[in-house]
C-alpha cells in the first residue's frame, strides 16, 4: 500500500527497476524525498554488511569534522544511510549533503530521492533516473516540466563505460493519470532573452558607459535580437505571401464575381435560401433582397469548368487568413521594439526622483547603491537613515537578514527581543514616493535569527528557535555576508560605516554557517 | 498499533538482485572525442566557441583542456557558474587539478586568492566586474560560461547578457550549454554584440543513449506507446458513461 499517496508506491517502483540501480529519483518537493525515503526504507535494505559498516565509518567521520551533523532533525536519515537510502535537498546543511554525496559517489546509496538542483552542475550519473511526478512549482505556479528541464534530470541515467542505455521512468499516478508526462529531446524549447533593467543597471550604465554603449544594451539584447529575427523572417513571409496572392489572381476568369460566374452564383443562391428562412423572411429589405438576386440570376451563367477558380478562391482566402495573423504578431512586436528604453528611462526617472542622480551625474546616493546589487534602493535608504552605522550591531543583523527575503506560507521563527516596525515604515514610506514594490523586498522574519547567530547563540539554538532547516538557516547567513561585503565595498571613506559591517560580518561568518572546504 | 509496529520491525527487508555488485567503478574517459577534439582545436586558434551537448557528454573536459594550455601560457582565465554550491565545488575540483596556488574563488559571500590565473565566480560577480574593475581582467585569455541557457531565466539571466555585452573585448567567450534548438541563434546573437564570429559546435549524441519507460499504477513497466494508451483508457473510465466524446456522438447521429 501506498503510505504517502497514489499508486504505485516508490517500493513498487524500485521492485520494477531494481536490475537498475542506483536511481535518481526524482522530486519536486523536500518534504516528498523525506517521506519516501522514510516509506521505502521499511521494506528494502541495499547494503551487505561489509558496505554497511563503510557507510558507518564514513559517517563517523563527518561527526568528528562537524559534531551535531545530523542534528534533532534529521536523525532518521543517519539510520537510512546505512540500508542504501538517501535523500537531497535544499534544505540540509552543506556538510550533509556533501557527506550524501560523497557516499553517493563511493557507491553505497542506491537510492536517492532528490530534488531538481541535483541535476544542475556536478554530474552525478545514475543507472536509471525516476520522475515521481512531472508537475513542479516554479514560484508562480504548478506547470509540467519543461522538456528541457525533464532532459537535465533524466540525462543523469546512464553512466558512461558502465551502461549500454541510461533508464528513464515516469510514473504514472494513479489518482493524475492525466498528468502523466510525455517528453521528446526533439521539442526541447528555444532559449529566450529577458533582460530585466534593476536600478544597479542603470546606475552602471551612467556611470561607467557611454551613451553608445548604453544603446547597445537597449537596443542589442538578446531579447531585441530575436524579436528583430523574427520580425525580419515575418516580412520575408508577407512578401512571399503578397507574391502569392498576386499569382492567384491570374488564375481567375475575367467573368469572376459577375451575375455569370458560378463562384458568385452559388453563393447568391445560399443566401437566397437563407432568406426564405422563417425568421428572415418578415424583416425589412429581406423582400428586396431577394428581388435584387433573382434578376442577377436572370443572367446566363457562363459554361466553363468552374474549379480553378474555386480552387484559387479558397486558397486565397487561406492566405489571406496567414497574413492577418503574421500582421498582428508584427503589431505585437512592434509594441515592444521600445520596451527597454522605457524601462530604462522609468527607473532612471524614479532614481533622479529619489536623488540618487542628476542627469548622467551620479549623487551620493547613486555612488552608494553603485556597489550594490541586491535590493538596492531599500539598503541605500537604510543606510542613509542610520540604521546600519548608528544602531547596535545585533539589531543591524537582523535588520538585513531580511533584505530580499520573501517568507514562505510556514515560515516561522520565534520573534527576536528587537523591535523592527522602524524598518517597515521606512518601506512604507518609499513605497509611497512611488518606489515599486519588487525594489523594496523586505521581511521582518528572519532578523532574530541573524541577530542569535551574531551573539553567538549555536546552531542548534538556530534551529530551535525556528522551523527553517539547516539549508534555509546557513542560505540566510550567507546571504546577509553577501550583503555586508557589498555595503563594505559601498561605504569607501565612511570608515565607521565599513568597520560597522566588517564587524558584523566576521561574527556571522562561523562554525556551521562557514562555507565548507573552502 | 505497537504490536503491529514490532511485527514490521521484525519482517526481513527486502535486497534486490545486485548484478553490478563487486565490478569496479568505471574510469573517466580518457580520449577526447571527435567533437570535443574540434572544440579544443577551435580555442586554441582564438576564436569564441558555443558547445552545446547532451548532459554528461564530457563538455566539462573541454573546458579542462583550455585551462590547462591557457595557464601553460602564464595566462589568465575566467570560469563562471550559475550557482554558488557549484563554484565551491569547481574551486575545490580545480584546486586539486592545478594547485590552490593557481586557482581562485569570488562568490560575493567568499573570496579567495583574487588574483589567481585561474578565477572561479558567479556569474553576477563577473558581470559585476565587466562594469566596475574591467583592469582585473586585462591578463584574462578567455571567459567560460557553464550551462550558458541560463540565459533564458527569467530572474537571472540578465547577468549572463550584460556580461557577454560588457565583456572587454579581447576576452574571448566560451559558452557550455545543454542542448538547445537554437544554439546557431544564440551564437549569431553573440557574434553580432562582440562583432567577432562564434563557432558552435554540437553534439546530439548522448554518450550513453536514454530509454524511456512509463511504470503504471499496478507496477508495471510501459513503453512509450503502451503508456499513452493506458492513459487514454484511464481517462475514458473516469469519464465513465460518456465513453465516447461528445463530438463523435454528434456525427454518429446523423448516420
Known amino acids: 500500500m501506498a503510505l504517502t499517496g497514489g499508486n504505485p508506491s516508490c517500493s513498487e517502483v524500485i521492485n520494477a527497476i531494481q536490475d537498475h540501480l542506483p536511481a535518481l529519483y526524482f522530486t519536486f518537493s523536500r518534504g516528498k524525498t523525506e517521506l519516501l525515503a522514510d516509506e521505502l526504507s521499511r521494506e528494502w535494505d541495499f547494503l551487505f554488511p561489509r558496505e554497511k559498516e563503510r557507510v558507518r565509518e564514513m559517517v563517523r567521520e563527518a561527526e568528528a569534522a562537524q559534531p551535531g551533523l545530523f542534528g534533532p532533525r534529521r536523525s532518521k536519515l543517519k539510520q537510512i544511510l546505512t540500508q542504501g537510502i538517501a535523500y537531497h535537498h535544499a534544505g540540509l546543511s552543506p556538510a550533509l549533503k556533501d557527506l550524501v554525496e560523497r557516499l553517493y559517489e563511493k557507491r553505497l546509496i542506491y537510492v536517492l530521492f532528490c530534488t531538481e538542483t541535483f541535476a544542475v552542475g556536478v554530474n552525478f550519473p545514475a543507472a536509471s533516473t525516476v520522475f515521481d511526478a512531472c508537475r513542479k512549482w516554479d514560484g508562480r505556479e504548478f506547470r509540467g516540466l519543461l522538456n528541457r528541464e525533464f532532459f537535465q534530470m533524466a540525462g543523469r541515467a546512464g553512466r558512461r563505460g558502465f551502461d549500454p542505455v541510461g533508464m528513464v521512468y515516469v510514473r504514472v499516478d494513479d489518482r493524475f493519470p492525466e498528468q502523466t508526462g510525455f517528453y521528446s529531446e526533439e521539442e526541447i524549447e528555444p532559449v529566450r532573452g529577458h533582460l530585466i533593467i534593476s536600478p544597479n543597471t542603470v546606475l552602471s550604465l551612467l556611470y561607467w558607459k557611454t551613451d553608445e554603449e548604453i544603446n547597445r544594451l537597449l537596443e542589442q539584447n538578446l531579447a531585441v535580437y530575436q524579436n528583430n529575427r523574427e520580425g525580419r523572417k515575418i516580412k520575408q513571409d508577407l512578401a512571399e505571401l503578397d507574391e502569392k496572392l498576386a499569382g492567384l489572381r491570374e488564375v481567375f476568369c475575367p467573368q469572376v464575381d459577375t451575375p455569370a460566374c458560378y463562384i458568385l452564383r452559388s453563393k447568391l443562391k445560399k443566401e437566397l435560401r437563407s432568406l426564405a428562412r422563417k425568421n428572415k423572411r418578415g424583416r425589412p429589405g429581406t423582400r428586396e433582397r431577394r428581388e435584387e438576386i433573382r434578376n442577377l440570376l436572370k443572367t446566363a451563367q457562363k459554361k466553363c469548368h468552374h474549379r480553378p477558380c474555386a480552387e484559387a478562391r479558397r486558397k486565397q482566402a487561406d492566405l489571406a487568413e496567414r497574413k492577418s495573423r503574421l500582421e498582428r504578431r508584427m503589431r505585437v512586436l512592434g509594441s515592444h521594439s521600445r520596451d527597454y528604453e522605457r524601462d530604462f528611462n522609468r527607473v532612471w526617472d524614479l532614481l533622479e526622483d529619489l536623488s540618487y542622480v542628476e542627469g548622467r551625474k551620479l549623487l551620493p546616493r547613486g555612488m552608494f547603491a553603485l556597489h550594490l546589487h541586491v535590493q538596492e534602493i531599500l539598503v541605500t535608504e537604510l543606510v542613509f537613515n542610520g540604521f546600519v552605522r548608528d544602531m547596535p550591531p545585533a539589531l543591524v543583523a537582523a535588520i538585513l537578514a531580511g533584505v530580499d527575503y520573501i517568507p514562505g506560507r510556514d515560515d516561522r521563527v520565534d520573534p527576536g527581543p528587537y523591535n523592527l516596525r522602524e524598518v517597515e515604515l521606512l518601506r512604507k514610506s518609499l513605497l509611497r514616493s512611488g518606489v515599486p514594490e519588487n525594489f523594496c523586498v523586505w521581511s521582518p522574519l528572519p532578523g532574530p535569527l541573524a541577530s542569535a547567530w551574531y551573539e553567538g547563540a549555536s546552531f542548534e539554538e538556530l534551529q530551535s528557535m525556528s522551523n527553517f532547516q539547516e539549508g534555509d538557516i546557513f542560505s540566510v547567513i550567507r546571504r546577509e555576508i553577501d550583503l555586508l561585503r557589498q555595503i563594505e565595498r559601498a561605504a569607501g571613506e565612511d570608515s565607521e560605516l565599513r568597520r560597522q559591517v566588517e564587524h558584523i560580518r566576521r561574527r556571522l561568518d562561523r562554525d556551521e554557517v562557514a562555507v565548507p572546504g573552502i | ?255
Not at chain 2, 12 to 26: E, F, T
Not at chain 2, 121 to 144: G, K, Q, S, Y
Not at chain 2, 243 to 248: Q, W
Open chain 2, 1 to 255: 498499533m505497537s504490536v503491529q509496529k514490532d511485527r514490521f520491525r521484525q519482517k526481513a527487508k527486502r535486497r534486490p538482485l545486485r548484478r553490478d555488485a563487486g565490478k569496479p567503478a568505471p574510469g573517466g574517459p580518457i580520449r577526447l572525442d571527435p567533437f570535443q577534439e574540434t572544440a579544443v582545436n577551435s580555442l586554441m586558434e582564438g576564436h569564441n566557441v558555443l558547445v552545446a551537448a547532451p548532459t554528461g557528454t564530457g563538455k566539462t573536459l573541454i573546458a579542462e583542456k583550455l585551462i590547462e594550455r591557457v595557464l601553460a601560457g602564464g595566462r589568465g582565465i575566467v570560469y563562471t557558474s550559475p550557482i554558488k554550491a557549484l563554484s565551491n565545488q569547481k574551486y575545490r575540483d580545480f584546486s586539486g587539478l592545478y594547485g590552490a596556488g593557481k586557482v581562485g574563488l569570488i562568490t560575493g559571500d567568499v573570496s579567495v586568492n583574487e588574483r589567481a590565473p585561474l578565477l572561479v565566480m558567479t556569474t553576477e560577480i563577473f558581470r559585476n566586474w565587466c562594469f566596475a574593475n574591467p583592469e582585473m581582467l586585462d591578463d584574462m585569455t578567455h571567459v567560460i560560461f557553464d550551462e550558458l541557457h541560463y540565459l533564458d531565466d527569467r530572474e537571472r539571466g540578465t547577468a549572463w547578457e550584460e556580461s557577454i555585452i560588457f565583456a572587454p573585448s579581447h576576452v574571448k567567450i566560451v559558452g557550455l550549454s545543454a542542448t538547445v534548438p537554437n544554439v546557431r541563434e544564440i551564437a549569431s546573437w553573440i557574434a553580432e554584440v562582440r562583432g567577432e564570429p562564434v563557432k558552435v559546435i554540437e553534439e546530439r549524441c548522448r554518450a550513453v543513449p536514454l530509454e524511456m519507460n512509463w511504470i503504471s499504477p499496478e507496477g508495471r513497466v510501459l513503453g512509450e506507446a503502451e503508456a499513452r494508451e493506458y492513459v487514454r483508457q484511464r481517462l475514458e473510465r473516469r469519464r465513465g458513461r460518456w465513453a465516447v466524446p461528445p463530438d463523435e456522438e454528434a456525427e454518429m447521429a446523423y448516420d
